[in-house]
């Protein structure tokens, strides 16, 4: 157990709608990151937020949108789905090292499928 | 942006034998993990080593940073050992990210 906690677990719905997954990150990390995991692209970086505030973003799409909240819990948003959505999405912790992301710990994952 | 790859994409072996994977990078990192993806889904953190050797039971890893690339070591491997595994570098260019390579999917066969 990383000690981050995703949920839901698995998700599914049809085109066009919208989903949030939620993310807790391990105790005491202040980093949340959200990677997308689809067959044809591997993992990618979507977007990292430290206390609160967004510190990188990825190849995130505009129809999505994250936040992170002061209990530090994060948020991703998926609106007006596209089948192409249909993934694993992680979301990691950590404690940076300044600069350095430092090291990384991954939730179980949320698989959203659109249909 | 900095290039990760992975060799062999595949891997089939034997319960017992020993396997060397081997991670490339393009550019110079202060960040590199290696992990395992088992048929779950889960991300597995096997190595934080941005350079250095490390050893952990049946597994090792060493990462030569001047050289730009990393090596998985598993010895008397066995079938909960199947699985992808990912190496991911982060280097400073503004907030860092990690970036992660395409995997090598190891099938260990009883």
């Known amino acids: 157990d990383s000690g981050v906690t995703q949920t839901p677990k698995h998700l599914i719905t049809a085109t066009g709608q919208r989903v949030t997954l939620r993310c807790s990150p391990r105790?005491?990390?202040?980093?949340v990151y959200w990677y997308q995991q689809s067959l044809d692209q591997g993992l990618q970086f979507l977007i990292q937020?430290?206390?609160?505030?967004?510190?990188a973003k990825g190849n995130i799409l505009e129809r999505f949108s994250a936040q992170q909240f002061p209990d530090l819990h994060s948020e991703l948003n998926l609106s007006s789905l596209e089948l192409g959505d249909s993934a694993l999405y992680f979301c990691?912790?950590?404690?940076?090292?300044?600069?350095?992301?430092?090291?990384?710990?991954f939730g179980e994952g949320s698989r959203l499928t659109v249909l | 942006g900095i290039q990760v790859e992975q060799s062999p994409p595949d891997l089939i072996l034997q319960e017992g034998a020993n396997s060397t994977l081997r991670c490339n990078f393009s550019?110079?990192?202060?960040?590199l993990q290696w992990f395992h993806q088992n048929p779950w889904g889960q991300l597995i953190n096997l190595f934080y080593?941005?350079?250095g050797t490390k050893q952990n039971g049946r597994l090792s890893a060493t990462t030569v940073a001047t050289e730009r690339y990393s090596l998985l070591y598993i010895s008397s491997s066995q079938t909960t050992d199947s699985g992808v595994y990912f190496c991911?570098?982060?280097?400073?260019?503004?907030?860092?990210?990690?970036?992660f390579g395409q995997g090598t999917r190891l099938t260990i066969n009883p």
């Open positions: 990691a912790s950590s404690v940076p090292r300044g600069r350095n992301t430092g090291e990384l710990f």
């Open positions: 105790s005491g990390d202040l980093s």
């Open positions: 937020y430290y206390n609160g505030e967004e510190r």
């Open positions: 550019d110079s990192v202060n960040n």
């Open positions: 080593i941005p350079s």
């Open positions: 991911a570098v982060g280097i400073i260019q503004g907030a860092q990210k990690l970036v």
